[in-house]
């Protein structure tokens, strides 16, 4: 089958199951001919929406994949991606199967892969206002706070909506990622961010809507909040290192080094010395707020200009179409 773009694209479509039998088969019935693959991965679904898939469709690009223990949404899609990478994809979608998201959006998702334009496509719910009234306030409050997290933590700052399921990559880029590495559980999305960014990646967002009626996730806001701080913490801590220090010093390496310990001086100092004269019931000398403002004030003023320098550092050059003409040099 050819698609629209380029009879050498091939789009392969991976749709992760668990507790999805009511959407499944219709979210099936709405990719188009644009995809070349079909991977359904049933997840140790209690459902059995993979035994679903088998007996109500007849789509012949479509191969059910499965799990005999339950390995987490991350999990599923990984093991999509490997299916789609031995079938010869050149981009794979990530695709739910809960029926938020219309698969008439798919050829829009991959107009800027195609294009040569990014990387990595990812859905944005955030893009229009109107749309917001109908996300869940729980939801909605959560993703705020999420996208700061990721930010952080991967780099793309100017990405939103970090936990959207729609996504589509490139399989050159791929193919660089440590895939054993990649969170298998609610993390994935923000973890493939982090991956992506340690490889330059380029992301781009796409707007689009999603449908939340009689939809229920399966995710519990309690169970996750830990996992995620840490997961993104940990990121940010790794993301830092390898970009400023490990590949590469400059300025901005600098501006933090002295940002940190200044900022934490003035804190502790001031702290110190406000309990004692609290302590003894007299007031603190102009003298000694100045000694613990000062290096605030300078250290704060530092880790503004990183983090500037950061949002500039944002890769920009996509890596798909250097990746393939080195293939097509190798294969000559």
Not at 55 to 84: F, M, P, Q, W
Not at 120 to 131: A, I, L, S, T
Request: charge should be neutral.
């Amino acid at each position: 089958m050819t698609t629209p773009w380029d009879r050498n694209t091939r789009v392969a479509v991976v749709v992760p199951c668990y507790r999805v039998h009511e959407n499944i088969l219709q979210t099936l019935d709405g990719i188009g001919p644009e995809v070349s693959g079909i991977f359904v991965v049933d997840d140790a679904c209690p459902d059995g929406s993979g035994d679903l898939v088998e007996e109500r469709t007849s789509d012949s690009r479509i191969t059910v994949l499965r799990h005999e223990k339950n390995k987490g949404v991350g999990g599923a899609v990984l093991t999509g991606y490997r299916a789609a990478l031995e079938d010869g994809a050149t981009i794979v979608v990530k695709l739910d199967g809960d029926g938020q998201v219309d698969p008439r959006l798919i050829p829009k998702l991959l107009s800027p892969l195609v294009g040569g334009q990014c990387d990595y496509v990812k859905g944005n719910r955030f893009f229009n206002p109107e749309d917001l009234a109908e996300m869940p306030r729980n939801r909605l409050f959560g993703n705020a706070v999420l996208s700061f997290l990721t930010k952080m933590s991967s780099g793309y700052w100017s990405m939103m909506d970090p936990t959207n399921g729609f996504t589509a990559i490139s399989t050159p880029v791929l193919r660089l990622l440590p895939l054993t590495k990649i969170s298998n559980r609610y993390f994935f999305e923000s973890d493939m961010l982090f991956r992506l960014n340690t490889v330059r990646a380029v992301v781009m967002d796409v707007p689009m809507r999603a449908t939340y009626a009689g939809s229920v996730s399966s995710l519990r806001t309690r169970d996750v909040i830990l996992p995620f701080l840490s997961g993104h913490v940990r990121n940010t801590l790794a993301r830092i290192f390898y970009g400023y220090f490990l590949r590469g010093f400059s300025i901005a390496s600098i501006e933090l080094l002295l940002s940190v310990p200044l900022i934490m001086f003035g804190t502790a100092f001031g702290l110190y010395h406000w309990i004692i004269n609290a302590m003894n019931g007299v007031p603190t000398l102009p003298g000694t707020v100045m000694v613990a403002a000062l290096p605030i004030v300078i250290g704060m003023q530092l880790l503004l200009a990183f983090i500037a320098h950061d949002m500039q550092a944002e890769p920009r050059l996509a890596l798909t179409p250097l990746l393939d003409a080195a293939d097509a040099r190798e294969n000559r």
